[in-house]
């Protein structure tokens, strides 16, 4: 059960504009897939869009569309961004697909026969932004504690499910799988919540009608997020392919921002006990991206468009800084400038300019052919050793989601070969007949290191990895296996190199104060 990997990101609110957020958990989601893929594994990448919902049903009245109209005409700003940012999801799901609706029916049959959904009659508030049932003691002065907004007083008769018989089941379960839910702080706000007792969820509304009909009583929709969960089921075809999901699930990761945790730590896992399904291997909440120390807002107008900085900077660098610069499990601080500083020092400089020098020299000294190895000296030895211990250990890091540390262990593998580079001095061997052997050792020794980085920092920055391969005068990065191809030495002597392009080219320092 569960062969293929599977990872998920939340589905998006289809009426909000992907943002520098949004993106992240997409980005990160990315990351693990392109790495797993590479370790030769069958992966499955969801994301999508959840489309139903009374937010979506206002803005679409707003506009004076159908709300199917309204959100067709939208969709494409997810899938648009995605594009740009190289994004390698194997399907795209969105809640109005009647693959969608056919799971969301049987689903909840299921636990209705199985007596975990009855009809109850719900009172209290209800936040329409964030689509979320709301106790008066979790408001914050009369408005939504996550938004701020005015919430509205709701009066319904719902189907409820049977939260509150799953408590004790839930709590053993993480107590029972420490590495459940990540990372341990927010394990532990799940576990302190349970523990101040799980109320039955109301998981219908009859208020309005844009959502999937309960297939029992045809009055009331599914509540939002009782549909939405599902759209991790039903991209695997449950009910339809039982071999592919058995193949599937459970999911190796849900990934998500720290808000929605409770949903996906709480609520879903209870939902796959009653449907007597595995639970997800790892549910993981990440940080909250700030700009320039806000919270991002449309009334701020301080939304930051991935679409703006690509332009500037690439995709590539867009990617490598959101990886990089932030911890993924905490909070952290969207600024250009430490963008541009990390675009110029650690990309242009430490990356591009190596692997400019080393192919200018290969073009230079041997004719842009791959020289022979010869017999690895000290020098050579501590490089190999820094490269291999570098790539068991980044590896490592990006499997357990901390892209920053695996990044930053990968840099200080290009540190070392820079050095290496500046101390063997090819330049001064070049002018020395008599040490023709050590210039190709050497410039052998520095072009399969490049061969190593760029399998390395492939799931980050596949262009960039792609082009440096392309140089290299290698073919098809996507499909070699590691860790096999991380094996020193593997570049053929013989090989053609190009130069190419640079990079990462340097951007002007007075940009910086911008
Ligand atoms: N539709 C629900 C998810 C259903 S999953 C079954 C939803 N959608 S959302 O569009 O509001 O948010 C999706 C994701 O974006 C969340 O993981 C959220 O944490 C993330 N982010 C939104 N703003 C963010 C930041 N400013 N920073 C980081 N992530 C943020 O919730």
């Known amino acids: 059960m569960g062969e293929v990997f599977y990872i998920t990101t939340p589905i998006y609110y289809v009426n909000d504009v992907p943002h520098i957020g949004t993106a992240y958990t ?55 961004v995605w594009e740009l940012l190289n994004i390698s999801n ?21 636990l209705k026969e199985k007596g975990d959904v009855y009809l109850g009659s719900y009172e209290g508030w209800y936040c329409i ?26 009066k319904e008769e719902n189907y409820f499910f049977k939260l509150s018989s799953y408590q004790d089941r839930l709590l053993a379960y993480i107590e029972e799988h420490p590495d459940f839910i990540q990372p341990e702080s927010r394990r532990n706000e799940v576990v302190s919540f349970i523990n101040t007792g799980l109320a039955d969820q109301s998981i219908s509304r009859t208020s309005f009608t844009w959502g999937i009909p309960c297939p029992f009583d045809e009055r009331h929709v599914m509540y939002v997020w009782f549909d939405a969960l599902l759209n991790y089921l039903s991209a695997i075809d449950y009910g339809a392919d039982d071999a592919r999901f058995e193949r599937t699930w459970p999911a190796d990761w849900h990934l998500m921002g720290k808000e929605i945790l409770r949903f996906h730590a709480v609520i ?19 940080g909250w991206l700030t700009v320039e120390g806000k919270k991002m807002s449309k009334s701020l107008g301080n939304v930051v468009r991935p679409a703006d900085l690509v332009e500037e900077f690439g995709v590539d660098a867009y990617r490598y800084y959101f990886m990089r610069e932030f911890s993924f499990g905490v909070d952290g601080n969207f600024s250009r400038r430490t963008m541009l500083r990390r675009y110029n020092a650690e990309l242009a400089n430490d990356l591009g300019n190596l692997e400019s020098r080393v192919l200018t020299m290969a073009g230079k000294y041997r004719d842009h052919v791959v020289p022979q190895p010869g017999v690895p000296g000290g020098e050579e030895s501590t490089l190999i050793d820094k490269a ?23 840099w200080e593998l290009v540190h070392a070969v820079n050095r290496y580079v500046d101390f063997s001095a090819p ?16 410039l052998y020794n520095s072009l399969e290191a490049l061969r190593q980085i760029a399998l390395m920092i492939f799931p980050y920055m596949p262009a960039t990895a792609e082009k440096m391969w392309d140089h290299l005068g290698q073919q098809d990065i ?16 013989g090989t053609e190199t190009s130069r190419g392009e640079a990079l990462f080219p340097r951007k002007m320092e007075a940009a910086e104060d911008n």
């Not at 697909?97 to 909840?108: K, M, N, Q, Y």
């Not at 291999?388 to 990044?407: I, M, P």
């Open 26 to 80: 997409t980005l990160a989601a990315d990351v693990v897939a392109r790495f797993m893929r590479q370790q030769g594994r069958e992966v499955f990448f969801l994301t999508g869009v959840d489309e139903h919902g009374q937010k979506v049903a206002q803005a679409a009245a707003e506009k004076g569309e159908s709300p199917q109209a309204w959100v067709d005409s939208i969709v494409s700003h997810f899938t648009d």
């Open 90 to 110: 194997d399907d795209f799901i969105r809640t109005t697909e009647p693959r969608h609706a056919r799971v969301a029916g049987l689903f909840i049959d299921k």
């Open 129 to 154: 932004h964030d689509e979320a049932f709301l106790l008066s003691s979790q408001l914050v002065e009369g408005a939504c504690p996550e938004c701020n907004r005015p919430v509205d007083w709701v």
């Open 268 to 286: 879903w896992p209870a939902m796959l006990m009653a449907a007597d399904l595995p639970l997800p291997r790892h549910v993981f909440a990440h």
């Open 388 to 410: 291999t211990s570098t790539g068991l250990s980044a590896a490592g890091k990006l499997e357990q989601l901390a892209f920053n540390d695996a990044l930053a262990e990968i």
């Open 427 to 442: 330049w001064a061997l070049a002018k020395d007949e008599a040490r023709s052997a050590d210039l190709d050792r050497v």
């Open 478 to 493: 996507e499909s070699v296996a590691l860790p096999a191809a991380l094996e020193w030495g593997l570049l053929s002597p």
